[in-house]
Each structure stands twice: as structure tokens, then as C-alpha cells.
């Protein structure tokens, strides 16, 4: 870990920032502390996406997604700000080197009980993380931090944010643009098509073949990115190296179809059955340099805090190093094998760790990042006295997606239907037509033949259509408040307008010609999981014929034909009522398949998240 450059802040929200932990696509990472004590990591959103509206929304909705999200397998999101000059997110610390640190520096591949323990953990973690209606996008093996109790996930969510801020304006993803990291992205990644949470389970296999031996799958990308991209799209993974059973279940895992590869509740079934041979989940070797990491997480002292201060110390850090203290002597080989394998104790381990604190005895002066600011003065950036924010207000999560089949049947029977009426009265009012016109003009209604049988049938069809248009304007709002929490499970925190709104603007004059078009576009684009196609044309139509229905009801709400005193005037109105009645026959065979497209949708999407264990 750096320490503070003279541009940093010294706080941001209400965190005292420590130093720098690193700096990638997305933004700034700083190791922080908060105003009750609690180390936390936070992230702040380069200026160029900052300037990104399309971003900025992106990013709001992600975090708060990810804010329900819980903490046993993941770093848990704490607070945000999406709304500052450069947008910031707050994460818990997780003091652990990541998976790649461990293999690659540290220790090399992990034995089979440590894969076994890390697979276990991954698998948790993604459930919870889909549980939320996320998409981790970019799970690889420097997003995986290693710690006493087992891995742990971060960056989950904000890839998803990241995503459409790498695209142009015609929705391509822009040239040179790659979202994701190249050795662990996903067929459907690298093709560009739509990321579903099986891409997750993909990753997942890539960083359990590289976890068990220390291989990427598809190989490096010494030769050409483009060359790697072909090889993770095209051709069969190579698993030399991998110890059985594990090649088995990675290539399950690697499947090139989505379709193909295991459900989450699959993968754990199978990882735990294997031989857990006991013991703690880490090689003694990495337990001891986790134990000195955490020893100095202790001594690391608050640039800005006065020396003997009540709580310049964290009490979550005596825990963490004795626990990890505790492990390493039970855990670690013996003193020279030790010396020979750990850095100096003064050399953490780069991009881990908090800095080491200040010693007069072998520095003349503190780094002027570490000296305090005059008496009396804030730091620049600090917040002023009494300006601290309260905790975070943490969003309950949303009911999981539910069926609606058997609304969707239902509500298709009625509104076929509801097109029984319309077609007999249309039959009966072509006949009223004809001999009213056979009549003259001027002539009264009341001679034409039949016209009392003609009358009451046409009372009698106004009767049954207003019958069934009642137990329509039952179910479909029940329906539609259905199709509305799924999409909210699906894509949650997408959707415009509070829940309520989904039944209750069909019903508010004026409000039901433009609001309900509006959820329905949220709840397809949250169904389909794109913005664009999927069928949309339906949706479009159905609504305009919705529209037209509308406008022709209202236009012969009032018309009554046997009640005009001239043929002619009976004549008109029966032309709007026959317009009526034809606009209301095309709006219910649209309605009919655009219920059928969507409930089917949301039915596929359900399926898919039963087939991982998150719905």
C-alpha cells in the first residue's frame, strides 16, 4: 500500500482515508477509517466516468443492489455517495491478500483441501450475490481475498455498472474496450452477448483451475489478447495439472453453452461431497503471513489521530490478530523454513496490508502524509465538526420472483373472452345498419323489423361485456403488480415508479394513457436483461392498439342508436360503436399474446434462477 499523495483528500464521506490500497479502471482504492472505528476500502469513481449520466445512474443502482448483498462471503457494501463530484463507495476491509497474491507470490498452487474450502466459499458467495439480482461479471482470482476464515468476493455489482460506460453510442462496446479480465471472462463475454449467471459459474471454473494449478485454463495472453479470446470461445480448456476429481467438475464448469453448466446448488452438492481431509483450510506458510499482516493492521496508527487517543486502535483488529496469531503457530513449519520463505517483517506484501507505522528509532521524520496537521486545523477534504453523516440506511431486500402462469392463463381466457361480446354485438349492429337504411333518413328507428329483439340484444352484449370487463380490470392489475416484483427481483432497483403504481395507474384518468407504458418498458427491459429487441415490437403494439381502443370506447361511450329519433343519427352512432368494438377485438388478441410473451419471459428467467439456487 502507497501512502497519501498531496492530492488525495484527507477525507471522503465520512472516512479518514490511510493510504492508497491501488488504482484500476474504475477509480482510486484507499484504505480508511471511519468515525467509529471501522476499517473500511473506498473506491472512488474516475472523473471521466464520473461525467458519464448514463454511468452515474448505473452506478447508484448497482450499489444500492449491492448494499443487499450479505457479508459472510463477500466484502459488504457499507455507504456510498453517487451523488458527489466523484462518486464514492464504501466496502469492509478485508485484511488478506487476494487468490492471485497467494498463488502467485506466496505459495503456488493450493492443495486439495484448500480448493475444496475456497470452491465452497466462492459457490456461497455467488448465491448470495445472484440472491441480490447480480451479475458478479468479473470474478477472477485478484477479486478473491484470502483471510483466516475463507475467501472472500468483492467488485461485485459495479462491473455491471462499469459495462455501459465502456460502450458507445450505438451500444457497441467501444474499440479496445474489454469489460471483464481477459484469463477469466466467459464465452458469451467475449461474443459479446447477454451475461447471465452462468457466466459466473464459468469464471468460477476458470479460478478453481487456476486455484489448484496455477495455470490459467485458457492460457496467458502473451500471444495476443485476441488470440486468448479465441481460445476461451472456440477451444477446450487445458486441465493439465488439475488433480482428479476436480478436472471433471472445472470442465462442467467451463461448458462453452451456458445451458450446460452446473446450477450453483449443483456445484456446492458435488464440491462438498469431496474429502475434506481436516485441518485449517490454508497451507501453514500463507496462515503465518496472514498472521503478520494482521499484527501490523494493529500497530497501524491514524495520520491524523493524536498519539494515545481512545480508539486509535480498532477493536476488530486485536480480534483478527489473535485469532490469526493463533493460527499461525498452530499452522506454521518450523523457524528456518519460515525465515526462508516470508518477506522481512517490515515488507508487506504489495497491495495488502495497511501502512507500516511510523518508528522514530529508524526515521528521523514521519512522511509528510502521517504528520498531523497545526493544532486546531483539518486536514484538506476533512469534513467540518458536527457535518458527519449518520450510518447508512441499509434497503430490505425484495421478494424473490414468483410464478405467473396461472395468472397469465387466466387472464388470457378473459380476454378472449372479452372478444365474444364485442364480435356478436358487431354482428347485430351490421344488422341494425342495414335496415335502418333501407328506412331513409329521416325515418324513426322504432319501424325497422325486429327492433325490439335488436334492442335487447344489444343491451344483453353491453351486459356481458361489462361482465366480463370487470373481472378484467380484477386480474389484470394483479397480474400486471406480478409481472412489476419480479422484474424488481430480477433487475432490482430499475424499475421508475414505486410498486403501488404498477396496479394503481391503470385507474387514474389521464395517468393510464402514458404511465403504464412506462412500466411496462422497465418491466421488459428488466425481464429481457437488454434495453433493445427481445420482442419489443409487441409490447409497442400492443399498447397503440390499447390506445386506440381507449379513445374509440370513449368516443362511443354514450352512444345509443335505438335512442335517436332519426335513422340517420342511429346510423352514425352505430358506425362508432362498430369502431369501438373492432378496435376492442384487435386490442384483446394483442393483449392475448403480449400477456403469453411476457408471462413466458419471466417464466424462462425464474427457471434459470431456480437452475442456480438463488430464486
Known amino acids: 500500500m502507497d501512502g497519501l499523495s498531496p492530492d488525495d483528500p484527507g477525507w471522503i464521506g465520512n472516512y479518514r482515508l490511510l493510504g492508497r490500497l491501488g488504482e484500476g479502471g474504475m477509480g482510486r482504492v484507499y484504505l480508511a477509517r471511519s468515525d467509529r472505528g471501522r476499517t473500511v476500502a473506498v473506491k472512488v469513481v474516475q472523473e471521466q466516468l464520473a461525467r458519464k449520466p448514463d454511468f452515474r445512474r448505473r452506478f447508484a443502482q448497482e450499489v444500492k443492489a449491492a448494499q443487499r448483498v450479505g457479508g459472510e462471503w463477500t466484502a459488504p457494501v457499507l455507504d456510498a455517495d453517487t451523488e458527489a463530484a466523484t462518486p464514492w463507495v464504501a466496502t469492509g476491509y478485508v485484511a488478506g491478500p487476494s487468490l492471485a497474491e497467494v498463488v502467485d507470490k506466496q505459495y503456488g498452487p493450493l492443495p486439495p483441501n484448500s480448493v475444496r474450502a475456497l470452491g465452497i466459499g466462492l459457490v456461497r458467495a455467488l448465491q448470495a450475490i445472484h440472491g441480490a439480482g447480480l451479475v458478479h461479471r ?116 467451463l461448458a462453452k453453452d451456458p445451458s450446460q453448466r452446473p446450477s450453483l446448488e449443483t456445484l456446492l452438492a458435488r464440491i462438498e461431497s469431496m474429502e475434506d481431509t481436516g485441518g485449517a483450510w490454508l497451507p501453514g506458510e500463507v496462515l503465518a503471513e496472514l498472521g503478520r499482516h494482521a499484527v501490523r493492521l494493529l500497530n497501524s496508527e491514524d495520520p491524523e489521530s493524536r498519539q494515545g487517543a481512545p480508539g486509535a486502535q480498532l477493536p476488530q483488529s486485536h480480534a483478527l490478530a489473535a485469532r490469526a496469531q493463533a493460527h499461525a503457530q498452530a499452522h506454521a513449519p518450523a523457524p528456518a523454513h519460515a525465515s526462508a520463505q516470508a518477506p522481512a517483517p517490515q515488507a508487506p506484501v504489495q497491495g495488502f496490508g495497511p501502512p507500516v507505522s511510523y518508528d522514530p528509532a529508524h526515521n528521523p521524520s514521519p512522511p509528510p502524509w502521517q504528520q498531523s496537521p497545526p493544532p486546531g486545523s483539518l486536514h484538506a477534504g476533512s469534513p467540518p465538526p458536527g457535518s458527519l453523516r449518520p450510518p447508512p440506511h441499509y434497503f430490505s431486500p425484495r421478494p424473490p420472483a414468483r410464478s405467473a402462469r396461472g395468472l397469465g392463463i387466466g387472464l388470457s381466457l378473459l380476454l378472449g373472452l372479452y372478444t365474444l361480446p364485442l364480435l356478436i354485438r358487431g354482428a347485430v349492429l351490421g344488422e341494425a345498419y342495414l335496415r ?141 360503436m362498430q369502431i369501438a368494438a373492432c378496435a376492442g377485438v384487435v386490442s384483446a388478441v394483442a393483449a392475448v399474446f403480449f400477456v403469453k410473451r411476457l408471462t413466458s419471459m419471466q417464466q424462462t428467467r425464474i427457471a434459470e434462477a431456480r437452475g442456480i439456487g438463488t430464486a
Not at 467488485?155 to 467501444?174: E, H, K, N, V
Request: proline share 6%.
Open 436 to 576: 335502418l337504411d333501407a328506412q331513409g333518413g329521416d325515418a324513426n328507428p322504432g319501424v325497422i323489423q325486429d327492433y325490439d329483439v335488436l334492442t335487447l340484444a344489444t343491451d344483453a352484449l353491453d351486459l356481458f361485456e361489462s361482465a366480463v370487463g370487470l373481472a378484467l380490470l380484477i386480474v389484470w392489475p394483479l397480474w400486471f403488480q406480478r409481472m412489476r416484483n419480479n422484474a424488481d427481483a430480477f433487475a432490482p432497483v430499475r424499475l421508475r415508479f414505486a410498486p403501488g403504481m404498477a396496479a394503481g395507474a391503470w385507474f387514474i384518468p389521464g395517468v393510464n394513457l402514458f404511465m403504464p407504458k412506462q412500466l411496462t418498458n422497465d418491466i421488459w427491459t428488466a425481464t429481457a436483461g437488454r434495453a433493445r429487441g427481445a420482442g419489443r415490437w409487441l409490447m409497442h403494439t400492443w399498447w397503440w392498439c390499447w390506445i386506440g381502443y381507449v379513445l374509440a370506447y370513449a368516443n362511443s361511450f354514450f352512444s345509443d342508436w335505438y335512442g335517436n329519433e332519426t335513422a340517420s343519427e342511429a346510423m352514425a352512432d352505430i358506425i362508432d
Open 138 to 253: 468479473d470474478l477472477k482470482p485478484s477479486n478473491v481475498l484470502v483471510t483466516i476464515d475463507g475467501p472472500r468476493v468483492i467488485d461485485f455489482g459495479i462491473a455491471r455498472a462499469l459495462d455501459p460506460a465502456m460502450q458507445s453510442t450505438d451500444g457497441l462496446t467501444m474499440t479496445g474496450a474489454v469489460v471483464g479480465s481477459p484469463g477469466f471472462m466467459s464465452p458469451e463475454q467475449v461474443r459479446g452477448e447477454r451475461v447471465t449467471y452462468a457466466s459466473d459459474v464459468f469464471c468460477l471454473g476458470a479460478v478453481l483451475a487456476y486455484t489448484a494449478s496455477g495455470k490459467l485454463p485458457f492460457g496467458t495472453g502473451e500471444g495476443g489478447i485476441h488470440s486468448l479470446l479465441y481460445r476461451i470461445a472456440s477451444e477446450e480448456p487445458d486441465l493439465a495439472g488439475v488433480p482428479a476429481p476436480w478436472d471433471q467438475l472445472i470442465a462442467s464448469c
